[in-house]
């Protein structure tokens, strides 16, 4: 495997054709991808740039210019604190390049961006049971918040 330097860029109506495999693995793991999930795929990126308020980065190979991993982020509000608060929702690498700094890349230009914009805090979760994505957060200096919990209401059933 070719070793990569990332480059980070903006996830935009440029690139989502090339970054639909990264969310098609995502959420279909190594099965293979219909081309109509794969068209589902550009279509989830497409809404997510329309939001206004969602926000994806990719993490770019500069040697090949294949698409690495993806973060997608939000913003939110501390009433106690009165600052902005940068939400991951996501953080994906693809399983071929796992390990090779493209999360870490992601991570820091998060941080960057929370730290401009003036943010109190960076805030993402995980399955208690997601040991790698556990140890890579923790690496990059986020810690567990106990004795939270996260509560969620779906408004869509599910598939």
């Not at 953080?91 to 890349?105: D, I, N």
């Amino acid at each position: 495997m070719t070793s990569c330097t990332y480059d980070v860029v903006p996830l935009d109506d440029a690139n989502v054709r090339a970054a639909a495999p990264l969310l098609a693995e995502y959420k279909h793991g190594d099965a293979p991808v219909t081309d109509a999930a794969m068209a589902e795929c550009k279509e989830s990126w497409r809404r997510l740039i329309l939001t206004g308020h969602s926000y994806g980065l990719l993490a770019r190979c500069r040697e090949t210019g294949e698409y690495a991993a993806f973060v997608t982020y939000s913003w939110g509000f501390s009433s106690t604190k009165g600052m902005p608060v940068l939400r991951i929702q996501d953080v994906f690498t693809a399983s071929r390049r796992r390990r090779t700094g493209a999360s870490e890349a992601l991570l820091a230009r998060t941080e960057t961006i929370a730290r401009e914009a003036g943010a109190h805090r960076l805030q993402l979760e995980t399955d208690v049971d997601n040991a790698a994505a556990r140890a890579l957060y923790e690496k990059a200096g986020y810690r567990p918040i106990e004795p939270k919990l996260v509560y969620m209401r779906p408004l869509v059933p599910p598939p």
